[in-house]
């Protein structure tokens, strides 16, 4: 989105309606799938948890019903209401009251709160918007979040939208109101970048496919012919890098999400994976197996001859950048079994860290830099944990049969990690997680899922 600042007071006299800062997101899909309830927040032991802060949150008003590429604005202002509600209460934080369990408002009450009503509900704040046209073949949304005892506005947010994004504005209303009561980043406005499975489990087919952090907005970028794995979005959004395998050419990829289009990286016919960002956006590090010994290796995200940055005999696998990309953590056996460990970008360096039961693979570096994610492979189980830089500090977040391959969120507080069943028919899921282990969920997928990889926030 692309902000445009203008004067409140202006745009009120003008319109009649309160309207902020406006920003401009860039269009997405012209389809807005139908709002996906979340499941209810659960412990690891199934349990609900307590505590949450009831956040009111009714329709948005609109001054007038008024239909904009098909979509009435009296039906967008539940909708955007019902994901505002299904996001925060995604974060695990929240216990919303969504549209379909509270009055509904009047275009008045968004500047002017009937408190007294919230208060009987038992919420501590209040959610107020509306949504109109803009005169111009748009949509504005704005958004207010008050608080209910001290009777005072706690945030004011507003976009001037194309109709088919009135999801982005609902996700960066949700942000607002997270950040403002959580003192957290924010990280609904995000993508996932996964690899769509369908077929036998020993024929699979896998596609790279995008959508939104709460599932919509949902995109196939591969038609499957190719085998393609390992996704990940760069810093700056506009790409993903990921690796095809069609017989026996390996080809790392850079997929230009805006055109559509594809170059390519490097090739092999050696097994080539994991390929991962630096957070300049100029490198990416890969692994390759090369006369029985996989090692990582760097290269130029334009291209060029990779440069190895490991010697060692055995698998080195996963590398993942620091966030000041000073250091990457990966994985090897070089010590008889699967172990993480650090290295200066150059390859020297090379230190353990993991020294718990178990084998520790797929590592990746938190966005905050405080925390590595991994997993734990050990009693016949798959778990997904956190550690320091430094390895200590270790906490397991899941308990299931087979959880791997954590992403996490822009904020560095949610993990996402693909879940797998047991049996020949086992099936491959996407999950998320917070750093307490509590808020476990499953994300809606149109096929089986694995492989996540968390982009940064949405500019």
Not at 142 to 165: K, M
Request: charged share 20%; with cysteine.
């Amino acid at each position: 989105m692309t902000l445009r600042s203008f004067s409140l007071s202006l745009v009120f006299l003008l319109t009649g309606a309160p309207v902020m800062a406006q920003q401009t997101p860039t269009p997405t899909a012209p389809t807005p799938p139908a709002v996906t309830q979340t499941e209810p927040r659960e412990t690891i032991e199934g349990q609900l948890s307590q505590d949450r802060t009831v956040i009111a949150i009714p329709a948005l008003a609109t001054p007038a019903v008024a239909t904009v590429a098909g979509l009435r604005t009296d039906n967008l202002g539940r909708q955007i209401a019902e994901v505002i509600a299904a996001d925060l209460e995604r974060s695990g934080l929240y216990a919303p009251l969504g549209p379909g369990s509270v009055r509904a408002i009047t275009m008045p009450e968004v500047t002017a709160p009937r408190f007294a009503d919230w208060k009987a509900r038992n919420a501590e704040n209040v959610v107020h918007g509306f949504v109109r046209t803009s005169g111009t073949g748009g949509l504005i949304v704005g958004c207010y979040l008050y608080d209910t005892a001290l009777g005072s506005e706690l945030v004011r947010q507003g976009f001037e939208i194309q109709p088919g994004d009135w999801r982005r504005a609902a996700h960066k209303c949700a942000d607002a109101i997270y950040s403002r009561l959580s003192g957290e980043s924010p990280f609904f406005d995000s993508r996932i970048a996964y690899i769509a499975e369908s077929g036998p489990k020993g024929n699979r087919t896998k596609q790279l496919a995008i959508m939104d952090s709460d599932g919509g907005n949902h995109k196939f970028i591969t038609n499957g012919q190719a085998l393609a794995l390992s996704p990940r979005f760069s810093p700056d959004y506009k790409k993903i890098v990921y690796v095809s395998y069609l017989a026996d050419r390996v080809r790392v990829f850079i997929y230009d999400v805006d055109s559509g289009t594809q170059k390519l990286v490097t090739e092999s016919r050696n097994a080539t994976f994991a390929p991962r960002w630096s957070p300049d956006g100029r490198q990416i590090l890969f692994s390759m197996a090369v006369g029985g010994n996989t090692d990582i290796y760097r290269i130029s995200a334009e291209g060029g001859t990779p440069v190895r940055l490991t010697t060692a005999p055995g698998i080195d696998v996963g590398g993942s950048f620091s966030p000041d990309g000073k250091k990457i953590v990966f994985e090897s056996d070089r010590s008889g079994s699967q172990q993480l460990y650090t290295m200066n970008i150059d390859g020297s360096n090379q230190q353990r860290i993991s020294f718990g039961g178990g084998r520790y693979a797929t590592p990746e570096w938190s966005p905050r830099g405080d925390l590595i994610a991994f997993t734990r492979m050990g009693g016949g189980e798959f778990r997904i944990g956190v550690m320091t830089p430094s390895g200590g500090g270790v906490r397991m977040l899941t308990n299931s049969w087979q959880d791997e391959a954590p992403t996490w969120a822009p904020n560095g507080r949610v993990i996402q990690f693909f879940r797998t069943t047991p049996g020949r028919d086992g099936k491959s899921s996407i999950w998320q997680v917070d750093l307490t282990g509590v808020n476990l969920r499953r994300l809606p997928t149109p096929r089986d899922g694995s492989d996540p990889s968390w982009g940064p926030i949405r500019p």
